[in-house]
């Protein structure tokens, strides 16, 4: 009598297993396809939440000429930004999951939409641009990340603040409406 009412037990347990094996199987499966679009349901395009504009390139205060992509993370601990009476210049280093070439199509199209002019650029290893403006350069260095890591860009600024302010035509450079240089910061 106890060997039969031990397999009653064992049998009895089975259909709630079978049961909860089920339950969780159709929560994935309504998981992935609630998720991935996998489902017979076409997208809402008219929800806000769903459909979100991509990423637009941002700039560094006082930099309204200088267009960063938005994959790339400012590194303020490793740039930095000298000023005097007659010139304003700084290194400003950005971190980020980037293509090199993505970079350097990026920069080369959007730098001359700001007023830049490209003055020449290497591409090897590492890729180098340099833009230039009336009384302001500014050199782009790309470094490609080694395996995962991140690719590094730092950007070169200079601008010649004594010929701004001695009468030279600003040219969207920085200049105020008054003639004084507005040197840029972060």
């Known amino acids: 009598m106890t060997k039969r009412h031990v397999k009653q037990t064992g049998f009895a ?8 094996s089920l339950l969780t199987l159709s929560l994935l499966a309504g998981g992935c396809t609630a998720g991935n679009g996998w489902g017979s349901g076409a997208r809402d395009e008219s929800d806000p939440a769903k459909k979100q504009a991509p990423p637009q390139p941002y700039h560094i205060s006082g930099l309204e000429d200088l267009r960063i992509p938005s994959e790339l ?52 290893k590492n890729i180098m641009l340099a833009f230039a403006k009336p009384y302001k350069t500014c050199t782009i260095i790309i470094n490609e990340g080694e395996l995962s890591q991140k690719a590094t860009v730092r950007i070169y600024l200079t ?28």
């Open 13 to 20: 347990h089975f259909p709630l297993l079978l049961l909860l």
């Open 73 to 124: 993370d400012f590194d303020r601990e490793n740039s930095m930004v000298v000023q005097t009476e007659s010139f304003a210049g700084g290194v400003l280093q950005f971190r980020g999951r980037v293509e090199t070439n993505s970079l350097s199509d990026f920069f080369t199209t959007t730098m001359p939409r700001q007023g830049w002019k490209l003055a020449g650029s290497v591409k090897h």
């Open 159 to 186: 601008e010649d603040l004594a010929a701004i302010n001695n009468g030279g035509s600003n040219g969207g450079n920085g200049a105020s409406e008054q003639g004084e240089a507005v040197p840029f910061s972060f």
